[in-house]
């Protein structure tokens, strides 16, 4: 009998490099209340979070309804950049890899990101992408990473167990949650935070076209 597995994706750093749309709109998000916009190290940090959590954590002395004019601000002009330019580019080798893994034998796909659902359903849609995967599990749904709610999702909707299954990311938020819902994790060197923030990883990969190899060294290669 085959055994089901599970390869569980970040988006943001992890398959697409969409670092210039989101300091854009961070960007309108800090000018629209008149305040300074954090570095871009610090923008790029809190990447992973949810937005309401990301823009607290960067402007920690904002009461909570100017954050919440933020929050919409940041929204408004993500859509905006999201319309009038170019989707965010997929990172080099990121199609050849998802084209790999869905033909294992036995292999599932899925999403687990800090995009709303609107968002999620763009990025994909522009990279013919859409029917890649079997769950995709978004912020409207779920608490904000690290709480592991979104992997424990996937894992029921697609009834794999945890330990056939890796959350892959960029951020110590993926690698915590990941390690909370009882699953590999597995780091991609290529996306917003450093190294020493993704140390607790089981394993890190530095070109995409490693990546397929390392999700099956994790959960398993044999059927």
Known sequence: MTVRRLALFDVDGTLVDSQAHIAGAMEAAFAAEGLPLPPHDEVLGVVGLSLPLALAALAPDA?????????????????????????????????????????????????ATGKSRRGLDAILEAHGLAGQFATR??????????????????????????????????TEFDMEMGRAAGVRTLAVAWGYHPADRLGAADAVVERFADL????????????
């Open 63 to 111: 009461p909570a309804e100017r954050l919440d004019r933020m929050v919409e601000a940041y929204r408004q002009q993500f859509f905006a950049l999201r319309v009038g330019q170019a989707a965010s580019p997929l990172f080099t080798g990121a199609r050849e890899a998802l084209a790999a893994l869905a033909g294992v034998e036995g292999m599932e796909l899925g999403i």
């Open 137 to 170: 599990q978004v912020s409207d749904d779920h608490p904000s990473k690290p709480n592991p709610s979104m992997v424990l999702a996937a894992l029921a909707e697609t009834g794999v167990a945890p330990e056939r299954a890796v959350m892959i990311g960029d």
């Open 212 to 223: 397929p190899a390392a999700v099956l060294a994790l959960v398993g290669e044999m059927a």
